[in-house]
């Protein structure tokens, strides 16, 4: 099943907007044109319908799938009509825009794939070879070609290892990833060690579990001494509960023991201390003095009934006590009666203080009064003498009130007698001066006779002393007022002199008065300061009494109440000795018991510290175990992981050999291959073999030292039979048909169903000749039934011109985009 | 006409024979081979991670 293409429908695709269809059915099929009219894209359009995309695509990722679609439209179009060699036609369609892909395949007119990846995968096998196969072995590239031809040897030979398909072992070899493990590897290791000096401060697994077993021997050990301990404590116990009932009574009749003898000893000293203050008299002696002394005491203080209750008391010794306490209650009231007693002299006294302070004031009033009085005396004797010289207040008023009407009359004729002068000196001075003058009163002219009077008349006014009288008789006025004064002040002092002589006589009364009281108050003081001495002195000798009758009664009660103790201590005693108890062996006992319970409680401290220790061992060693596995793990996956390591180099390296020996067996193959094809294709004679030689080179990547297989092609000089290196010593035209010749033995080598082969632009600086071999040759290959050749070179249309069914379409650019022509010989 | 292996044939082949007495190590590289194909260098990565992994998880 041989295939070859026979139509192509492309459109929206790349270089072409509108469908563009170009029958193929021919054994060359050549397209002619210039640069950028879509040679590429017709050939890019086979690979796309076959495969659902392109190497640039898939592989370089050059391109997107959207960037496929040409610019002026949305959607894709291709449909490729193949047939193979039984005739069988197969017709793919591709559709796709930017959103959706469609495709389907049918067989001789019937669709047997309807969906894209189907397709891809039905196509894959019908084709018999995948797309990387067929960009390398059958869709032959110039880029391709130009890597073997001018590449470095590296680039050549990964060019060649692409071409024979054994680059992936070379990827493979290197893409291993080696120092993920070691990386891994190290960082284990790392923890190992952590882990390992973690455990080297520990002791060893079985030095622990020695040391555990000691300590539960020790255990052992100390749970048997506390059974043994247990027993005998229980033994002790069993004794002490038989002993407790006399002991608790034991206890009971000691403690009473003790209390009974402590309460003697109390009754004894108290004794010994009354005794010495006991009285000479006999009780009832002093009880009818004390008796005779309070009721003295109850009648002073005129408490006779008080007196007749004690008057009735009779002593005996039974009666004492009932006796005392009525005596004591008298004295109470004896000394009730003294408080009393106390307070009125105190009231007194208040009183007597009083009328004293009264008696001081009276006393200091009365000198006073008395002082005013010789004042007042004296003044009286004043008046006396001033009424006797002057007369009486009403006598000398009325010689005031003469003088003053003899002094008015004085003042006018002074007056009167001023005027005239006053005139007079006018008239004579105008007169003197003027030689006459005027009387001012008829104002007639006055002569000189009259003017003589005039002067006599002042004269005799000058002469006249009105003034003195007058100053004489104002002097005796001014005296008399003042006398007038002295005796209205005089007489008004009488007045107040009458009024404290009454005063002075209301004091001196009042001062009698006085002093009669303090008399009286000071009297009763004296009285009552006696009645005080005097109980008090009774209330004191009857309480002495009373307090050595107390003692005597005391006395007696104690002496009785030692009697009864003595008793009592006596029975105590005898009980004890009737109870039989030695205190001494239960007190053995007993601390035997304690001293045991304490044993077994020291012993079960110490057995809960070695549990204690136990349980620490017990971690540690768990501990220890832990991380002893842990250690054991961790070098178990170490462990594993190097094995893992050197599998992973086992690994590359076998895909080393295996490239290697693939590699052989390919060259092997292809160099036959490639001389039978070199040696038709090549029609000059200085060349006739070619022959694959390959060394090996070592590079360091990553740290790591690798070997590369290198490439090196050969040719056959004819001139001296000497291998020389092709690539380097041929002409541009000779590598490429040593390259040809290799990819066409490629293509004819690998197993696949296509019977087509696709070269882009394959000659250029090959000679017309060559070209033209080449393209005899190739048509003549075996296997190869179709070639589809794109060039710009126009000689192909020459070259094809001897191959009658040849099909060359020419395209060129037009404004409308690309035209595609066939061309016709004619 | 007998047809001839292609490379991918020839790999797995040459790999069987290269392993021929240790079953497991042929299988990881073939693994190794068949994912590389695949994914690329991102599927030996998955494969030596996930062995990597059995190893360390392993108690």
Redesign the interface.
């Known amino acids: 099943m041989r295939l070859k293409l026979e139509e192509i429908e492309v459109g929206g695709f790349k270089a072409f907007s509108e469908i563009k269809k170009l029958r193929l059915n021919s054994p060359v099929v050549v397209i002619v044109g210039p640069i950028g009219t879509g040679k590429t894209t017709i050939l890019e359009a086979i690979e796309y319908a076959l495969y659902g995309t392109l190497y640039s695509v898939k592989y370089r990722k050059e391109l997107k799938s959207e960037d496929l679609i040409n610019d002026f439209t949305d959607r894709i179009k291709i449909k490729l009509a193949l047939v193979d060699s039984s005739g069988r036609r197969y017709v793919v369609y591709r559709s796709r825009s930017r959103d959706s892909a469609e495709a389907l395949l049918e067989v001789d007119g019937k669709i047997v794939e309807k969906s894209w990846s189907k397709v891809d995968a039905k196509m894959r096998n019908i084709l018999g070879i995948d797309l990387d ?1 067929f960009v390398r072995q059958v869709a032959l590239r110039s880029r391709e070609i130009e890597d073997i031809i001018y590449g470095t040897d590296m680039q050549r030979s990964e060019a060649l290892d692409r071409l ?3 680059e ?2 070379e ?2 070899f290197r ?3 080696l120092k ?2 070691e990386d ?1 590897l190290e960082m284990l290791e790392s923890e190992l060690d952590f882990l390992k000096a973690r455990l080297a401060n520990e002791r060893s697994v079985e030095e622990i579990e020695r040391e555990l077993e000691e300590k539960r021997k020790k255990l052992l050990v100390l749970e048997e001494e506390i059974d043994r301990k247990k027993k005998a404590l229980i033994e002790y116990e069993h004794e002490l509960e038989k002993l407790k009932g006399k002991e608790k009574e034991y206890e009971r009749l000691k403690e009473q023991e003790i209390r009974l003898r402590a309460e003697i000893k109390q009754i004894k000293q108290r004794l010994k201390k009354l005794e010495s203050f006991t009285p000479t008299e006999p009780a009832d002696i002093l009880f009818e003095k004390a008796k005779s002394s309070i009721i003295n005491g109850l009648k002073e203080t005129m408490l006779y009934k008080d007196a007749e209750e004690v008057e009735k008391i009779e002593f005996s010794r039974d009666t004492i006590d009932s006796a005392l306490q009525v005596l004591n209650a008298k004295i109470k009231r004896l000394e009730a009666s003294l408080e009393d007693l106390n307070s009125e002299l105190l009231e007194v006294n208040y009183q007597l203080a009083s009328e004293r302070n009264k008696y001081n004031l009276l006393r200091r009033k009365l000198a006073e009064v008395e002082a005013e009085l010789y004042t007042l005396e004296k003044n009286y004797n004043t008046l006396r003498g001033l009424v006797e010289k002057y007369g009486s207040r009403e006598n000398v008023r009325k010689r005031i009130s003469l003088l003053e009407v003899e002094i008015e009359k004085l003042e006018k004729i002074s007056e009167i007698n001023n005027c005239v002068y006053n005139l007079g000196r006018s008239v004579i001075s105008t007169y003197l001066k003027e030689s006459s003058a005027t009387c001012p009163v008829c104002d007639t002219e006055l002569n000189e006779q009259q003017i003589k009077k005039i002067k006599d008349k002042v004269n005799l006014i000058k002469k006249e002393d009105v003034f003195l009288k007058r100053e004489k008789l104002v002097k005796n006025l001014n005296g008399l007022k003042r006398v007038y004064v002295k005796l209205s002040e005089l007489e008004e002092r009488m007045l107040r002199k009458n009024e404290l002589e009454l005063e002075k006589k209301s004091l001196e009364n009042e001062f009698d008065e006085v002093s009669n009281n303090i008399e009286e108050l000071e009297e009763l003081v004296e009285e009552v300061n006696f009645k005080i001495s005097r109980l008090t002195s009774i209330i004191s000798s009857s309480s002495s009494i009373i307090t050595k009758l107390s003692r005597i009664k005391e006395i007696s009660e104690l002496q009785r109440e030692l009697e009864d103790k003595k008793r009592e201590l006596s029975e105590v005693l005898k009980k004890i000795a009737r109870l039989d108890f030695d205190k001494k062996y239960y007190n053995s006992i007993e601390e035997k018991y304690y001293l045991t319970m304490n044993e077994i409680d020291r012993l079960k401290a110490e057995m809960a510290n070695l549990e204690k220790d136990l349980e620490n061992i017990k971690e540690k060693l768990v501990y220890v175990k832990k991380l002893t596995e842990k250690t054991e ?1 961790q070098e ?2 170490i462990f ?2 190097k094995e ?1 390591r050197n ?2 180099l ?2 590359k390296i ?2 080393r ?2 490239q290697s ?2 590699r052989k ?1 390919a060259i092997r193959k292809i160099v036959e291959k490639m001389n039978d094809i070199f040696q038709q294709m090549y029609v000059h004679p200085d060349y006739s073999e070619l022959t694959i030689r390959i060394r090996t080179i070592k590079l360091r990547r990553e740290d790591r030292e690798y070997e590369r297989s290198i490439y090196e092609i050969f040719a056959k000089r004819n001139r001296d039979r000497r291998w020389i290196p092709a690539l380097k010593k041929m002409s541009d035209g000779q590598k490429r048909i040593v390259v040809l010749s290799l990819l066409t033995a490629l293509f004819k ?3 696949h169903n296509v019977a087509f082969i696709i070269l882009d632009e394959p000659t250029p600086s090959i000679d017309y000749e060559c070209r033209k071999a080449m393209i005899k040759l190739l048509a003549k290959v075996e296997g190869v039934d179709q070639i589809i050749i794109a060039t710009q070179d126009e000689s192909f249309k020459e070259i094809v011109r001897e191959v009658p069914s040849a099909l060359i379409y020419e395209l060129k650019h037009t404004p409308e985009g690309t035209s595609i022509n066939l061309y016709s010989f004619n | 006409m007998k ?6 044939e ?2 797995l082949e ?2 069987d024979e ?2 021929k007495d240790e079953a497991e ?1 042929a299988s ?2 073939k693994s ?2 068949k994912e ?2 695949v994914s ?2 991102k599927g ?2 998955k494969i ?2 996930e ?2 992994s059995k ?2 998880e ?2």
């Open positions: 196969g024979l398909g054994i992936t072992l990827s493979i893409g291993i990833p993920l493990v891994k793990k178990a996956k594993k992981l893992f599998k992973l086992e690994i076998a895909f050999e295996v020996s693939i067996i080598l690998t197993p | 047809r001839e292996k292609n490379v991918f020839l790999v040459f790999l290269r392993f190590k990881l590289a190794m081979f590389y194909l690329g260098r030996l990565e030596v991670k062995h990597m190893i360390l392993e108690e």
